[in-house]
């Protein structure tokens, strides 16, 4: 993971390889020690929210014969920070 503190904001990216198994890893209590969390490759095919955060998410790609899902991503931002537009 890469974590990049600029002012007041920290912000968490994360190619997670199946959202799964980082929370199976204990990744939420990681997750509350950041103002943004960005994943990467969840693989969650269906949309997905973070306690403590509001989340945008797009889903994986469904999975092909007997293959997992591709791709899914999600953008977690603090409450307060009040997100008005995600591009």
Same mark, same amino acid.
């Not at 959202?19 to 949309?47: C, P």
């Given at each position: 993971? #890469?974590?990049? *503190?600029? /002012?007041?904001? =920290?912000?968490?990216?994360?190619? %997670?390889?199946? @959202?799964? /198994? !980082?929370?199976?890893?204990?990744?939420? +209590? @990681?997750?509350?020690?950041?103002?943004?969390?960005?994943?990467? +490759? =969840?693989?969650?095919?269906? &949309?997905?929210? @973070?306690?403590?955060? *509001?989340?945008?998410?797009?889903?994986?790609? $469904?999975?092909?014969?007997? !293959?997992?899902? =591709?791709?899914?991503? #999600? #953008?977690? %931002? &603090? $409450? &307060?920070?009040? $997100?008005?537009? @995600?591009?």
């Amino acid at each position: 993971p #890469i974590t990049v *503190d600029e /002012s007041r904001v =920290t912000i968490l990216a994360w190619n %997670v390889e199946g @959202l799964q /198994s !980082a929370v199976s890893l204990g990744a939420e +209590e @990681l997750f509350q020690r950041h103002d943004v969390v960005v994943l990467t +490759e =969840t693989f969650a095919i269906k &949309e997905v929210n @973070l306690r403590g955060f *509001d989340c945008f998410s797009r889903p994986a790609a $469904p999975p092909a014969m007997r !293959a997992r899902p =591709t791709g899914g991503v #999600i #953008i977690a %931002v &603090e $409450p &307060e920070m009040s $997100p008005k537009l @995600l591009v």
